[in-house]
């Protein structure tokens, strides 16, 4: 039973790019477990990886090192059919509902894409019943059924993509920072609309954003990034009550609260800027920002162990916080 | 209270492009005292940008029609000389844009670009208290003073962002308006942004505006809160004002708070406000929110809807408080 709760399972994987100055390592030894039905939040700052970590799951990018489990199938290295049949269901909605529909289609188009190419239906109508379908579990009204994107808000074009990446039925969706680019008040329906759907259909998510209060209200666990590196994973409500990791600390306290019981509350300014992925150091990657860093941190790698049940932490000085 | 600094009088902003009006500001009345931290909260197209940037005396003079004064300091900025304008802009009233990435020139250093607007504002200095001007405002805003010979583009974005405050404070303004300062920076960036944009605020007694849609920058920075809706100020008062839960409140502030997922307790679902905001040259008319408004009247829909609800600071711009009133 164990086994089929399980959809997908990430193992040490690594993706290193090739750049003039040496390899810059954008994931590095990133390992997780997700069952079906669930949410994994990714959480880190601009540059940490979580973008690639996304796209390299679902072999929009190709992974240097490491294996990626889905559905009990070993994906790594898939081509041709096989990889077209898996990319039926697994699917991404992207950051940007700018610049990630093509101008030149229209909303029906850009729907019926995933359609066509997996020749779902045999018959036109029947696809374009779906389309209509579609367009209605997303919220968008069959009224723009054929306008482009640019005649359209950041809100409904943001529903475009969604219900574009849902048109196979996926069992998995990588939703990267899909409400960043958006307004709060659209993003409040945006993320209802993405729970709704899950609640529905019970698709899997990871949703990957740098924005701590909407990971922590859509996520069941909770995985810290900085630079490749794992440095937290536990579940939602614990990483919020209990942090254990400097950066994570760091990061939780920064989060501006609207409420003036807030007010004047200092968060941990942290020092110092990120450190450069390419080719980086020996040792803990936190460690030229962190107020606990010792020399230890600065030579020697930290495992990520489990503290206590169901939370991983990579710091050295874990307990003596 | 303390000493008037800006005054914004029934100020409107409408430009015309291909025949449509568009209604961008709408009477809007604003005071900021000496010292004193505004938070202008709203969504995109709400006007604050546009509010921002006609203090600035910014906006471009085609299509644009402007109407009601501002006042700053005690004179007038509305219909004032360019040639005056620029003795003003950069001196006494500064404005920190939205995206660093690409409000800095990247041909030139950025030592340059300090060093500008204290030459343009200074002409009688010389060369060498320019430089050691530009070294002791790099420190201010916390790096290095070495790095001056450096283009933008060798710098992050957290970096950028405080070399565009450094050109922004370079005068000790008295007046500072921050457009999205933080928007583009990652949190722990934004903390140090903010920590030091209230550091400086402290340094140098400072009038800050601050334009977010971030509330909990607002909480965490601002003395006195205005929230815009469609071009007009639906809601202002001290940040206790806004914050007070047990206050009435516009049914567009609430809907805004609402809409945030809270850290503290856990939400099960969000409850965002209906429908798009209105584009500004397709305002309804009367309220502009009452399309989207759950508590709305047959009155909201037509009419000026006058602000009520004044009690010594807060204002609230909606006819249901007026029902209690009367």
Same mark, same amino acid.
């Given at each position: 039973m164990a086994e089929e709760k399980l959809l997908l399972e990430v193992k040490e994987l690594k993706k290193y790019f090739d750049t003039p100055r040496g390899k810059l390592h954008a994931v590095d030894g990133?390992?997780?477990?997700?069952?079906r039905g669930k949410t994994i939040g990714v959480v880190g700052e601009s540059g940490c990886g979580k973008s690639t970590l996304g796209r390299t799951i679902l072999r929009l990018i190709d992974s240097t090192e490491g294996q990626v489990l889905f559905d009990g199938k070993d994906i790594t290295h898939v081509s041709g059919e096989e990889l077209l049949k898996l990319r039926s269901e697994m699917q991404i909605i992207f950051q940007d509902p700018f610049s990630s529909l093509d101008p030149k289609m229209t909303v029906s188009q850009i729907i019926e894409?995933?359609?066509k190419i997996h020749k779902v239906y045999k018959d036109k109508k029947e696809r374009e019943a779906r389309v209509v379908e579609l367009m209605e579990i997303v919220g968008l009204d069959e009224r723009?059924?054929?306008?482009?994107?640019?005649?359209?808000?950041g809100g409904r074009r943001q529903r475009i993509g969604i219900a574009r990446s849902i048109a196979l039925d996926p069992k998995f969706i990588v939703c990267d920072e899909p409400v960043s680019a958006l307004d709060v008040s659209i993003q409040a329906q945006i993320l209802n609309l993405m729970m709704d759907l899950k609640d529905q259909h019970g698709y899997t998510y990871m949703f990957i954003t740098h924005d701590l209060s909407v990971v922590k209200h859509i996520s069941d666990e909770i995985l810290v990034l900085y630079l490749g590196t794992m440095v937290e994973k536990t579940s939602s409500d614990r990483l919020f009550k209990n942090p254990i990791h400097p950066y994570t600390k760091a990061l939780l306290s920064a989060i501006p609260i609207p409420d003036i019981a807030y007010k004047g509350r200092e968060a941990q300014v942290m020092k110092?800027?990120?450190t450069s992925p390419i080719e980086p150091p020996e040792g803990c990657r936190f460690a030229a920002r962190c107020p606990l860093a010792t020399d230890k941190c600065r030579s020697e790698s930290p495992a990520f162990v489990e503290v206590e049940e169901d939370h991983f932490v990579a710091c050295h000085y874990w307990d003596k916080q | 209270m303390g000493e008037k600094l800006l005054e914004i009088k029934d100020y409107s902003v409408t430009f015309t492009s291909d025949k449509v009006d568009f209604y961008a500001v709408n009477h809007v009345n604003l005071t900021v005292e000496k010292g004193e931290a505004l938070g202008l909260v709203g969504e995109t197209g709400a006007g604050k940008t546009t509010t921002a940037l006609s203090i600035m005396g910014l906006l471009s003079k085609y299509g644009t029609k402007t109407d009601g004064e501002i006042w700053f300091d005690g004179k007038q900025l509305t219909g004032m000389k360019e040639k005056d304008y620029r003795k003003i802009r950069g001196k006494h009233i500064s404005m920190i844009f939205q995206d660093p990435?690409?409000?800095?020139?990247? +041909?030139?250093? +950025?030592?340059?670009? $300090?060093?500008?607007? $204290?030459? $343009?504002?200074n002409p009688k200095m010389n060369q060498n208290d320019v430089n050691s001007k530009v070294d002791e405002i790099m420190k201010m805003v916390g790096i290095s003073a070495e790095r001056k010979f450096d283009y933008p583009h060798q710098f992050s974005g957290g970096m950028k962002q405080r070399i565009v405050i450094a050109i922004a404070i370079a005068c000790n303004p008295e007046l500072l308006i921050a457009d999205e300062p933080t928007t583009a920076l990652d949190v722990t960036i934004q903390a140090q942004v903010i920590k030091m944009m209230r550091q400086l605020q402290q340094e140098l007694n400072s009038s800050v505006i601050l334009i977010t849609h971030d509330l909990g920058i607002v909480a965490n920075f601002c003395d006195k809160v205005a929230i815009m809706y469609g071009g007009e100020i639906v809601e202002s008062g001290t940040l206790e004002d806004i914050f007070d839960k047990s206050l009435p409140h516009h049914p567009y502030t609430i809907g805004l708070f609402n809409s945030l997922p809270n850290i503290a307790e856990k939400t099960e679902r969000l409850k965002p406000i209906l429908g798009l905001t209105p584009h500004p040259s397709e305002l309804p008319q009367g309220c502009k929110f009452h399309p989207r408004c759950p508590e709305c009247l047959d009155k909201c829909k037509s009419g000026d809807i006058p602000s009520l609800y004044t009690d010594g600071t807060h204002c609230i711009q909606c006819h249901l408080y007026h029902k209690e009133d009367a």
């Open positions: 990133v390992s997780f477990k997700l069952n894409e995933p359609l723009y059924i054929n306008t482009y994107p640019h005649e359209l808000d110092g800027e990120v | 990435m690409t409000s800095l020139n990247p +041909v030139f250093p +950025v030592g340059n670009q $300090i060093a500008d607007v $204290i030459k $343009i504002h």
